[in-house]
């Protein structure tokens, strides 16, 4: 039997005011063709969740709720999950691969994402992007990256995320 291939996985949520919070996850192989999709239905935190999650609510559903429901879905095992909000490093802790941060894709409300905000994780390049790694899993992850060198980017894939959510969102609605 033959040894599954590589796959890299991409989860970015989506935040909508009219229908709310979803989660998209596809998982590459690595000349960057899906291997897989799931996306979650729309999320929509209730007052109290506002109240009582406060400033860390964002934090709450993208690295939590969303996360840790939509990633074990997932039938194939990536070696790297890419994340592009700082918030689903958090899910590192609940997954055997690694979690990284895609710079390119990514920016705080701050403005872009840097050493400072991000204590405790290391930067590698990989596919001409750098991503940020939980600086424990940098060593392993050096070990992987020549694996993805025909990857064409690591930005593209989350805009293939988001337009898949919109489209399951549209055939959501005209169906009610």
């Known amino acids: 039997m033959a040894?599954?291939?590589?796959?890299i996985g991409?989860?970015?949520v989506q935040q909508c005011e009219r229908v709310g919070?979803?989660?998209g996850y596809l998982m590459l192989n690595a000349a960057g063709r899906p291997l897989e999709f799931h996306c979650t239905l729309p999320v929509r935190p209730s007052r109290?969740?506002?109240?009582?999650?406060g400033p860390t609510l964002r934090e709450h559903i993208i690295?939590?709720?969303i996360g840790c429901a939509l990633l074990p879905k997932a039938r194939v095992q990536p070696i790297l999950i890419c994340c592009d909000q700082p918030e689903g490093l958090h899910l590192d802790v609940h997954l055997p691969a690694p979690i990284g941060l895609v710079s390119d894709a990514a920016c705080s409300e701050e403005g872009p994402i840097t050493?400072?905000?991000?204590p405790g994780y290391e930067a590698?390049?990989?596919a001409g992007s750098e991503i940020w790694v939980a600086m424990e899993r940098a060593e392993a992850m050096r070990a992987i990256v020549d694996r993805f060198a025909d990857l064409p980017d690591l930005i593209e894939p989350?805009?293939?995320?988001?337009?898949?959510i919109q489209e399951a969102q549209q055939q959501v609605a005209r169906a009610a």
């Open 158 to 164: 989350f805009g293939r995320i988001r337009e898949a």
């Open 3 to 7: 040894a599954p291939p590589d796959a």
């Open 48 to 53: 109290a969740h506002e109240i009582l999650f």
């Open 21 to 23: 919070w979803t989660g």
């Open 10 to 12: 991409f989860y970015t």
């Open 124 to 126: 590698l390049s990989i």
């Open 63 to 65: 690295g939590e709720a």
């Open 115 to 118: 050493a400072d905000d991000l």
